[in-house]
């Protein structure tokens, strides 16, 4: 039997190494050459990655969710076509000794068995008299399914030979699944259960670029109001005359279009800080990273050159961008070389943010809730369309008072629109 070793690729931009988001073959499976296999998560993005060699999957590095340094085994693949038996292992962090499986005549797509052995210590098997299957677990999951009143003939294990996790238990809990065996005189049962999750994949990225970016960046935020009544009104004409082609125009583009004249202004601002080289880049390109809720986390799309977009231009890339990042498509070239970024809550709004900085940027601009409010023009109440502008910046490279003089910049145009396109 030969055998080949796939290790995990580097997948560029300096990584050093990635998680593992879920596993598209196992333990078993006849791979062919290509075959997506994996989904990795880099600091920006999941990467498919396919394999190198047709052949049977032997071993597995780790369990989803853990993470596996750039250059280590990933996967192993039986490659011979005799007819030996192939023992299959998969480790993860749980199970400090494998579990086996044997496969017969690995490579034979129409015959193939499977069979497992396990010391006692690591896998518990106890027969089911209601489903009449073998039921894997650990004494752990056990006790706890016990304590929780859980038949495990009703969870269905997403381990190696169905075998049940203590997450698998723990999703089966919080999605409200049967309790059995109550204690009679316990008509109401108490609600002693917690579910632990393994923070992983894209919140993981999150939380760490979060946590550094507040460790490390200075942070102040300045907020400022702003009256959009004339820049609605302008807004509602374009959109009731656009030609079919034409994006509809939300109110990012025009605040795209502000930051592109306001920046030339303020290098400092369009810029990356590099704090171990002590080296300010100011980019004379203008990169805005639009952040973006999916429904696995925040990623940041970058509509780049936008000082080469017109409006219509910078709508409909946004539109676009919006679309591969919440059908988890987007891929890697998308989601970097920002060099400001805007965060924009959007219908759910709020009167004030206080945005954290995308490093290595300087500058971070949040839009807030745009609504009605009674202001006074002239010595007179009267209804105005408001929204308030929160942006932070790195005080180690631009001063408050430059930091309040860009968002005044910003201010007037917003509010004289006509100027964005002069």
């Known amino acids: 039997m030969s055998e080949f070793s796939f290790k995990l690729p580097d997948l560029g931009e300096g990584i050093v190494e990635s998680e593992i988001v879920e596993w598209q073959v ?3 499976d006849v791979v062919e050459e290509d075959q997506h ?13 396919t394999a190198p060699v047709a052949g049977v999957v032997v071993k597995l590095a780790c369990a989803a969710g853990e993470v596996l340094a750039v250059g280590a085994q990933l996967i192993l693949f039986a490659t011979s076509d005799h007819d030996e038996a192939v023992s299959i292992q998969v480790v993860t962090s749980k199970d400090p000794e494998p579990a086996i499986v044997v496969v017969e005549n690995p490579l034979s797509p129409t015959d193939t068995t499977v069979a497992e052995e396990a010391p006692p210590t690591q896998l518990a098997a106890a027969t089911n008299t209601d489903n009449h299957r073998q039921i894997l677990t650990s004494p752990s999951v056990r006790h706890q399914a016990r304590s929780n009143h859980v038949d495990l003939g009703l969870v269905t294990g997403t381990g190696p030979a169905g075998r049940i996790s203590n997450s698998d238990l723990n999703n089966f809990i919080a999605a409200g699944g049967m309790q059995v065996n109550l204690p009679k005189n316990d008509i109401t049962p108490k609600n002693t259960g917690t579910t632990a999750l393994k923070i992983t994949g894209l919140r993981r990225v999150i939380g760490q670029k979060m946590l550094a970016a507040t460790q490390n960046i200075p942070h102040y935020s300045y907020i400022e109001e702003i009256d959009l009544t004339a820049l609605e009104d302008l807004r509602k004409h374009l959109n009731d005359h656009r030609q079919v082609e034409q994006t509809k125009l939300t109110l990012l583009p025009f605040i795209m279009q502000a930051l592109v004249k306001v920046l030339a202004d303020f290098p400092a ?4 800080y590099d704090d171990n080289a002590q080296i300010l880049t100011q980019h004379q390109g203008v990169h805005i990273g639009i952040a973006t809720m999916t429904e696995k986390g925040l990623l940041v799309p970058v509509v780049k050159h936008s000082e080469s977009l017109d409006i219509w231009q910078c709508a409909a890339q946004l539109v676009s961008l ?11 070239d998308q989601l970097i070389g920002s060099t400001i970024t805007i965060t924009s809550l959007g219908a759910i709004g709020g009167i004030a943010t206080t945005p954290i900085i995308n490093a290595p940027q300087t500058t971070i601009i949040g839009v807030n809730k745009l609504q009605q409010r009674a202001v006074v023009r002239n010595g007179e109440i009267v209804i105005r369309s408001m929204m ?35």
Request: charged residues 20%.
């Open 322 to 332: 919006a679309q591969v990042c919440r059908e988890g498509t987007a891929k890697q």
């Open 388 to 422: 308030n502008i929160s942006a932070s910046f790195d005080h180690r490279i631009v001063d408050g008072y430059e930091g309040a003089q860009l968002v005044q910049a910003l201010k007037r145009l917003l509010e004289n629109p006509g100027a964005i396109f002069v």
């Open 26 to 28: 196992q333990l078993g």
């Open 37 to 49: 296999i994996v989904d990795v998560m880099t600091d920006k993005a999941v990467v498919e990655v």
């Open 269 to 272: 601002c369009n810029a990356h």
